[in-house]
């Protein structure tokens, strides 16, 4: 069973920075892409970053220039560094990965709170 764990979620001011952080583990795997979704209270789950396993990133226009993803693929990790933080940034944020048999998997979320 293949599990994905955030960390790195907390309460920031306008401005600041954060790191998330996603490790995977469990039974064999290799996931194609992986990335970050969003969801702030009342909206639907947004696409943040993509990163494939080569490292090609796409990412959302609202987070271009401040939010970067990385991956290390022989951690099984994927990280969001986020930048310039905004009030309109706060959400849950999800980690997920992308199998090669197009099967998606999801960690439990972890919240980003960004005070102004």
């Known amino acids: 069973q293949v599990q994905l764990v955030e960390s790195g979620g907390g309460l920031v001011q306008a401005g600041g920075s954060l790191r998330l952080s996603c490790i995977a583990s469990?039974?064999?795997?290799?996931?194609?892409?992986m990335g970050w979704y969003r969801q702030a209270p009342g909206k639907q789950r947004d696409l943040v970053a993509r990163?494939?396993?080569?490292?090609?990133?796409t990412y959302a226009d609202s987070v271009k220039g401040r939010f970067t993803s990385s991956r290390d693929n022989a951690k099984n990790t994927v990280y969001l560094q986020m930048n310039s933080l905004k009030s309109e940034d706060t959400a849950v944020y999800y980690c997920y990965g992308n199998s090669f048999a197009g099967d998606v998997y999801w960690g439990q979320g972890t919240q980003v709170t960004v005070s102004s």
């Open positions: 469990g039974n064999s795997f290799d996931f194609n892409a």
């Open positions: 990163i494939t396993r080569r490292g090609t990133t």
